[in-house]
């Protein structure tokens, strides 16, 4: 099929109407990631649980494939299902993204001890990827999550001495092996809802063991917070960058979020979604890039405001010789449906300098300025 066949958007509606069998797979996937990270009533966990083990099957998938080297996915996960490229694509450059903008903010002073707090983390591997370098960096992790993943998560590691291996003792588990607490993980067991309701003035706050209000820290959402109304959402930010970490603390914020509804690929993919009784819930109101940068100005990371899509991102942040790999993997022919899905996800990433800059004459988050973004293109 032509390039020109896809440029306009009668042509792409067209083409949504009946779609490949790789964009329909596409489709359905975006719905089963969608309701495995869901903020579900405390009352459907169980369904919950069950589809962030679909969600796994991806990360397997692309794992099994060889587009990402992650040895610990296995722990998590059952039997590798293959996914059609273009998942096992979207599921690489998503990771790649995060990782990238993680690896330059530990790369920065990498002497200095740093923090990350991972909101919904699910079965997430990077912790225990960071881990494996030689030295370790200095870091503190936490997870925040609905107690029945952290349990899933606490029971995987208490099996692997892979896993335990890379958290510094002592290990502090819960009775319940619903909490973690180490020197170096934390795994916290708790509705992200409740967060902005102990910032509310007329409770008593929240406190999360072992976070440390002094260290430079990231906050990352992987397609987390969009599933909170815009209000709460932002309650939650608030509850960080207010509450827990003073002005004085570098703080930044990570987003990766589904973007750009209003056109047909958009009204097809929340058309889907809502035939299931799903919501994402902040998606009209960041629904573009400027709107993702003012939101992340807004909540005080007024340093920098950057955003890419996951199509920029593959063009722009992986190399030549690495696309070359990438494409050798397995035949990509939806090339077209590729950069459609591509263009309807991005990283957002916003950070605060606190003390940083002049204490260090440069600031924490410099080693993100050398990476390209979409505002600047």
């Not at 069950?50 to 996915?73: N, Q």
């Not at 990570?254 to 902040?282: C, W």
Request: hydrophobic residues 35%; contains cysteine; aromatic residues 10%.
């Amino acid at each position: 099929m032509s390039k020109g066949f896809f440029t306009t958007a009668k042509a792409q509606w067209q083409l949504l109407k009946s779609p490949t069998s790789a964009l329909s797979e596409a489709l359905d996937q975006v719905v089963e990631e969608v309701e495995g990270e869901i903020f579900r009533e405390r009352t459907e966990m169980t369904r919950l649980k069950i589809r962030r083990r679909k969600t796994d099957v991806s990360r397997m998938s692309a794992v099994d494939v060889g587009y990402l080297d992650d040895p610990f996915a296995k722990h998590f996960a059952g039997e590798p299902r293959r996914r059609f490229p273009i998942i096992n694509r979207g599921t690489y450059v998503r990771t790649t993204a995060i990782d990238t903008l993680v690896n330059e903010f530990i790369a920065t002073n990498p002497s200095e001890k740093k923090q990350i707090v991972s909101l919904g983390a699910g079965s997430d591997t990077r912790f225990f990827r960071l881990m494996t370098r030689q030295p370790r960096p200095s870091l503190v992790y936490h997870e925040l999550d609905f107690s029945s993943n952290t349990h899933h998560k606490i029971t995987a590691i208490q099996r692997s001495p892979d896993l335990t291996s890379c958290i510094k003792p002592p290990h502090l588990f819960s009775d319940n092996d619903t909490a973690l607490h180490s020197p170096t993980f934390n795994i916290h067991p708790i509705d992200l809802r409740d967060l902005h309701s102990s910032a509310d003035g007329q409770s008593q706050p929240v406190s999360l063991k072992n976070i440390d209000a002094t260290l430079p820290s990231l906050l990352i959402s992987e397609c987390c917070l969009i599933y909170l109304p815009p209000s709460a959402a932002e309650e939650v930010v608030r509850y960080f960058s207010s509450f827990v970490f003073p002005p004085t603390t570098p703080l930044a914020l990570l987003l990766y979020e589904p973007i750009n509804p209003h056109d047909s690929f958009g009204k097809v993919m929340v058309s889907n979604l809502a035939s299931r009784g799903i919501v994402l819930q902040t998606l009209h109101k960041y629904s573009s890039f400027g709107a993702q940068k003012e939101r992340l100005r807004i909540l005080g990371f007024t340093s920098e405001q950057r955003v890419a899509d996951v199509d920029y991102i593959w063009e722009n942040w992986v190399s030549e010789e690495e696309k070359e790999r990438v494409a050798g993997l397995e035949m990509l022919d939806e090339v077209e449906e590729w950069r459609m899905l591509a263009r309807h996800y991005c990283v957002a990433w916003g950070s605060r300098e606190g003390n940083s800059e002049e204490a260090q004459g440069g600031g924490v988050w410099e080693q993100w300025k050398g990476l390209r973004s979409q505002s600047e293109s």
